[in-house]
């Protein structure tokens, strides 16, 4: 099956965006260590009434072609999470929509990140997560997932233990908060000081430029103490 499609002008322009940032700020660097990134996606269909989604999307789509291209030893993972997560193939991202589905699972999204930094214990990790909204969704023990607006309990208990393995994994957690919910910022704020990570409030048109540059801030960060 053909997977391609052509992106729209203003795609292929914040993809150009990005790739002239990775050149300005170095990619000389691929003989270096190992990295293993996982970019985490909100799917939830307020991506899509916020008009943030398809910015999102090219950001993921760019990362993961960029850091590829330029930086090949690094092992990247892109997860869209909305009521359940997944793991997203390469070429599933150019038709990729947002899911008409409540939930925004977090928790989820954390799980499987967590399972792909095990598969590569000897890399420096790296985690962003792009969101526009609480966690209202969660898996339980018998792997159904359960929403609830407002957010649960159990949901944010849930999440906060996904927050709690990877700081003991040392994975300083990324957010780059869409909007303006004041709930939103003071919920990842709390995340960021218990994990020793840190919340970013890029502008929607701004996105791809804050992601690309933590990833490359974090790769140079590991230069500078390897």
Excluded at 82 to 89: D, E, F, G, M, P
């Amino acid at each position: 099956a053909n997977h391609e499609r052509h992106l729209d002008d203003r795609e292929s322009a914040l993809i150009a965006d990005l790739e002239r940032q990775i050149l300005r700020d170095g990619s000389h660097c691929s003989r270096n260590p190992d990295v293993v990134v996982a970019l985490l996606v909100d799917q939830s269909f307020s991506m899509v009434m916020n008009d943030t989604w398809r910015t999102a999307k090219t950001t993921a789509m760019a990362l993961h072609a960029l850091a590829t291209t330029q930086f090949p030893l690094d092992a990247v993972e892109i997860i869209a999470f909305a009521n359940l997560a997944r793991r997203i193939k390469p070429h599933e991202l150019p038709d990729l929509d947002a899911n008409d589905i409540q939930g925004t699972n977090l928790q989820h999204a954390l799980m499987l990140a967590g399972r792909f930094l095990d598969k590569h214990p000897d890399a420096e990790p790296v985690v962003l997560v792009v969101t526009d909204g609480e966690p209202t969704a969660h898996l339980d023990r018998d792997g159904e997932w359960w929403f609830s607006w407002p957010p649960g309990p159990d949901t944010i208990e849930l999440t906060l233990a996904e927050v709690d393995k990877m700081t003991r994994r040392g994975v300083p957690l990324s957010f780059f908060r869409l909007g303006d919910d004041p709930r939103l910022a003071r919920f990842l704020d709390d995340i960021a000081r218990r994990n020793g990570g840190r919340v970013l409030a890029p502008e929607g048109d701004r996105l791809g430029d804050y992601v690309v540059s933590d990833y490359l801030k974090r790769r140079q960060g590991r230069r500078r103490s390897a």
